[in-house]
């Protein structure tokens, strides 16, 4: 091997194509591919962790056996605490925003994550992962407060996930295009092994939930079904593949093409995803790609969380699938309010 590009090379080459960068970002994004180096360790040993927890609460080394989702939470916080760049931080973990000790006054960014996606699939040793998101505020000088988290999709200036799977990978745009890196665990660094990663425009995956199909709102009966009949030749290789981790979905179907489908129904009316940890990091990256996010009725990027913690109807993929949800969407609606109409 003659040359390697690490992610860490390749920030700083992207750097200097940028006029004012100060390198705070630089080090925010290596801290955070640092982080999921550190969870993909404990990951590998998830196994083993449980097997000492189960000799009572303390490891052979007197440490506490905590759950893999609260070690990734607190590896998170801890690392971006001395960070002097970040103001704030908001976890899907965490009920509420936190100030970090070193930049809670000059800091810019605030940073959102989603420590570990998938945490019903961490005891059955599948594929699990990592969402983050990174916006800038507007003022500083002053203490963060929620609200500055309350924004479009559209103003975050950085997203990505870290998928554990078969090899760790890190995946990230910054509003140029999406670059993957895998994860070497000889060298420790991450290497770009998927530059400019493009969704493909065919639906190998549909990927969704089929048991809430008794909760379903006719639009997503209506989609699942035309993708599903066989009558569309475009659906003639469409699989279902769902790993009941979002980011391990989002991640395939990325990479071979395809629709992830969470909607909203008659049991969760807004959805089980949350806006800020899942959907307008994912959304992001997917459109980066070349693909869309979508409620049904909005674009996901589009929408400002009115809480921390909500959530949203979530369909993402390739833009044709996404735009058909969109119609069906419409369709749906129309009859509906003129059945109310007839009704009235
Ligand atoms: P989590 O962040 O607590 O793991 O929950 C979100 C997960 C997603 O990763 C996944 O797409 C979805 O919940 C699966 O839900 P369900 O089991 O209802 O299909
Ligand atoms: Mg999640």
Redesign the pocket.
């Known amino acids: 091997m003659s040359d390697i590009m690490t992610l860490s090379r390749y920030i700083l080459q992207r750097k200097r194509n940028y006029d004012g960068a100060t390198g705070d970002f630089t080090i925010l994004l290596t801290h955070l591919a640092l982080a999921m180096k550190v969870v993909a360790r404990q990951v590998a040993k998830a196994g083993l962790l449980d097997v000492l927890g189960k000799t009572g609460d303390h490891n052979v080394q007197g440490e506490q056996v905590t759950k893999l989702d609260v070690i990734a939470n607190e590896l998170l916080i801890s690392l971006l605490n001395d960070l002097p760049m970040v103001c704030a931080i908001a976890s899907?973990e965490t009920d509420e925003m936190c100030l970090t000790h070193a930049g809670r006054l000059s800091g810019r960014y605030l940073v959102c994550f989603?420590p570990?996606?998938?945490?019903?699939n961490i005891d059955v040793n599948v594929t699990i992962g990592t969402i983050f998101s990174i916006r800038k505020r507007a003022e500083v000088g002053c203490e963060a407060t929620p609200e500055d988290f309350l924004k479009p999709g559209s103003e975050q200036v950085c997203a990505g996930y870290a998928v554990y799977g078969s090899s760790t990978m890190f995946v990230y745009t910054t509003g140029d295009g999406v670059d993957g890196f895998t994860l070497d665990p000889g060298v420790g660094e991450f290497v770009l092994s998927h530059p400019d990663m493009r969704i493909p425009d065919k639906v190998t995956c549909l990927s969704v939930?089929s048991t809430?199909r008794k909760n379903w709102y006719p639009e997503t009966c209506a989609f699942v079904d035309h993708i599903s009949s066989g009558s569309d030749p475009r659906y003639k290789s469409t699989s279902s593949r769902?790993v009941?981790?979002?980011?391990a979905?989002v991640h395939r179907n990325l990479l071979v093409g395809g629709v992830f489908c969470?909607p909203d129904d008659r049991k969760s009316r807004r959805g089980?995803?949350?806006i800020l940890?899942?959907a307008h990091p994912l959304a992001f990256v997917v459109e980066q790609a070349g693909g869309s996010a979508t409620d049904g009725n909005r674009r996901i990027l589009d929408i400002v969380p009115d809480d921390l913690h909500a959530r949203v109807p979530l369909i993402l993929g390739n833009t044709r699938e996404v735009e058909l949800y969109g119609e069906m969407w419409q369709r749906a609606h129309v009859a509906e309010a003129e059945n109310a109409d007839a009704r009235a």
């Open positions: 899907e989603d570990l996606d998938g945490s019903s939930n809430n769902y009941g981790t979002l980011v979905d969470y089980k995803l949350r940890y899942e």
